[in-house]
């Protein structure tokens, strides 16, 4: 299947899907995609899951500027997102080239075996801060072109260096709305993008614009050490569905 029949049982129950990702999105910053990815991936194919996921993912990062534009710090950002350029059109590459099944293995494990790491408390702040950046940077544009995930090295990376919650949240919506523009526009160049996709997913934005509201009025309410612990539970979960998925335990 390449997309979603709109009005069909498998649309309502993307409905709610995206609903609850969304408002996920709105608390932690993050885990949009972490979370619809592997849901979508039981019945649409995985193209069709990566331009959902970044269609969605641009709307979604639109609103939660809107309400955190104040906290950005981009000067903190910018080598973050300057890197993301150059994985990207690598990225769509691979999407077209490798086996879906070990990208959500490969990705699945690592993401997972570092956010374990920080729940642990290892962390080591990176001194060379604007070349950590770069590094994050470079593999998140790779993962977003090719698989729609590019947030861990991203959630990991700004938990690590211990910025605050308001910064990071700001920060992720920045990120994943260039990585997600991005994304589109290579996807587009390599003859990825199809009318039916982009409607049905056009389709499934009413929960998402409830969803990351409420998410965000949530945010709002919750404390640092809360928001952390959080980010992990979500990175750590989303870690080991992509390792389920890719296995096809999920299938």
Same mark, same amino acid.
């Given at each position: 299947?390449?997309?979603?029949?709109?009005?069909?049982?498998?649309?309502?129950?993307?409905?709610?899907?995206?609903?609850?990702?969304?408002?996920?999105?709105?608390?932690?910053?993050? !885990?949009?995609?972490?979370?619809?990815?592997?849901?979508?991936?039981?019945?649409?194919?995985?193209?069709?899951?990566?331009?959902?996921?970044?269609?969605?993912?641009?709307?979604?990062?639109?609103?939660?500027?809107?309400?955190?534009?104040?906290?950005?710090?981009?000067?903190?950002?910018?080598?973050?997102?300057?890197? &993301? /350029?150059?994985?990207?059109?690598?990225?769509?590459?691979?999407?077209?080239?490798?086996?879906?099944?070990?990208?959500?293995?490969?990705?699945?494990?690592?993401?997972?075996?570092?956010?374990?790491?920080?729940?642990?408390?290892?962390?080591?702040?990176?001194?060379?801060?604007?070349?950590?950046?770069?590094?994050?940077?470079?593999?998140?544009?790779?993962?977003?072109?090719?698989?729609?995930?590019?947030?861990?090295?991203?959630?990991?990376?700004?938990?690590?260096?211990?910025?605050?919650?308001?910064? /990071?949240?700001?920060?992720?919506?920045?990120?994943?709305?260039?990585?997600?523009?991005? &994304?589109?526009?290579?996807?587009?160049?390599?003859?990825?993008?199809?009318?039916?996709?982009?409607?049905?997913?056009?389709?499934?934005?009413?929960?998402?614009?409830?969803?990351?509201?409420?998410?965000?009025?949530?945010?709002?309410?919750?404390?640092?050490?809360?928001?952390?612990?959080?980010?992990?539970?979500?990175?750590? !979960?989303?870690?080991?569905? !992509?390792?389920?998925? !890719?296995?096809?335990?999920?299938?």
């Amino acid at each position: 299947m390449h997309s979603l029949d709109i009005f069909s049982v498998l649309w309502v129950f993307a409905l709610a899907a995206v609903f609850f990702a969304a408002f996920v999105r709105g608390v932690t910053g993050f !885990g949009f995609s972490l979370i619809l990815a592997p849901i979508l991936l039981l019945f649409v194919d995985p193209t069709s899951v990566v331009v959902t996921n970044l269609l969605l993912a641009l709307i979604a990062n639109i609103v939660v500027i809107v309400f955190s534009l104040k906290k950005l710090n981009l000067k903190k950002l910018m080598p973050v997102l300057i890197s &993301s /350029i150059i994985g990207i059109p690598f990225g769509a590459w691979i999407l077209t080239a490798a086996s879906p099944s070990v990208m959500k293995i490969l990705i699945g494990g690592v993401t997972t075996f570092f956010a374990i790491v920080l729940a642990l408390g290892i962390n080591r702040p990176f001194k060379q801060e604007k070349l950590a950046g770069g590094v994050v940077g470079l593999v998140g544009g790779l993962l977003s072109s090719s698989t729609s995930l590019s947030g861990p090295p991203a959630v990991l990376y700004m938990h690590n260096q211990n910025w605050p919650k308001e910064l /990071i949240h700001s920060s992720l919506a920045t990120y994943f709305l260039f990585t997600c523009f991005w &994304s589109l526009v290579a996807l587009y160049v390599a003859g990825r993008l199809d009318t039916q996709i982009l409607v049905s997913a056009v389709s499934l934005t009413p929960a998402l614009l409830v969803g990351i509201f409420l998410g965000v009025v949530v945010f709002r309410r919750i404390n640092n050490r809360f928001f952390r612990w959080l980010s992990i539970a979500v990175v750590v !979960g989303s870690g080991i569905l !992509g390792i389920l998925s !890719g296995l096809g335990v999920l299938s």
